[in-house]
């Protein structure tokens, strides 16, 4: 037996050690980019880690997926994790997956978020806004112009600003990697003709973001989310990026975020 097989695969976020087994990570990894994720069986205490795990019938704290998502089956947390039913999908268990991150990030009073998030330098921009907004068309063109994808569509956000990669996407080439920088720009998007910028107030930006936030089974709460992101981007320049679908896109959120100096 090749060693640490039986104990499944490992992945790390946030100072968590998140287990699952062999066919699950494949079931997931077709779904979404978790191979850098992976690490090596490590000593770790029982307070850092966390498994998601298949399971047959059992009684009690079942829950469906959303019907709109288009997962099929029923997940239930437990102390050590997320169980999720045998009928579960390879989407219900990405989303399973993602529930961990949650719960990782959470351990650090952080929150996950549905942003797209580039980096430039260890400096970051968070781009958000709903479905359909451009968030990914953004990170692409963000890419072209020297940047690092953290993720197009969900990051972890902690409240000293930090902003970490995850494996999750939107566009399948729009690979997620285990990155973290700086949060130094928080964007909402409008289309427009020519590119530029439109201070908002920090409490805006915080609603705009809180409506994002990555929800697991009802928790992080309002509050906590408002307390995470309020902190986060404190020191962030906010605001809305007005642009083109173009290469200059990609240039205007460079330059927003290495311009940027945060008060002392």
């Known amino acids: 037996m090749v060693p ?15 287990r699952i087994d062999r066919s699950t990570f494949r079931s997931i990894a077709e779904r979404e980019n978790i191979e ?7 000593e770790s205490s029982a307070e850092g880690r966390l498994a998601l795990r298949v399971v047959g019938p059992g009684e009690g704290g ?4 959303e019907p709109s998502s288009g997962a099929s089956g029923a997940y239930r947390l437990t102390p050590q994790g997320i169980e999720v039913s045998e009928e579960t999908n390879a989407l219900g268990l990405s989303l399973a997956l993602r529930g961990l991150f949650s719960l990782a990030v959470e351990r650090k009073s952080g929150v996950l978020v549905h942003a797209s998030c580039v980096s430039w330098d260890g400096r970051a921009a968070l781009i958000t806004g709903v479905s359909g907004a451009g968030k990914s068309t953004l990170a692409r063109w963000g890419m072209k112009a020297g940047g690092t994808l953290l993720s197009d569509e969900v990051v972890g956000v902690l409240p000293d600003g930090t902003v970490l990669g995850t494996p ?16 130094s720009a928080a964007v909402t998007l409008r289309h427009d003709g020519h590119e530029s910028f439109e201070p908002l107030p920090v409490h805006r930006m915080v609603e705009a973001l809180c409506e994002q ?7 992080p709460t309002a509050r906590q989310a408002l307390i995470c992101l ?20 990609g240039v205007a ?5 290495l311009a940027w100096s945060p008060p002392t």
């Open 253 to 257: 959120l460079r330059e927003l975020v």
């Open 36 to 42: 850098p994720f992976q690490v090596p069986p490590v």
């Open 168 to 183: 999750f996407r939107s566009d399948p080439d729009q690979l997620g990697t285990p990155t973290s920088a700086q949060l």
């Open 230 to 249: 309020g902190r986060a981007v404190e020191r962030a320049r906010t605001g809305v990026l007005a642009c083109r679908n173009a290469a200059e896109a």
């Open 4 to 18: 640490g097989q039986s104990e499944g695969v490992l992945l790390s976020f946030c100072g968590s050690e998140i």
């Open 62 to 65: 079942w829950m469906a997926f």
């Open 213 to 219: 936030t990555f929800r697991r089974g009802g928790s």
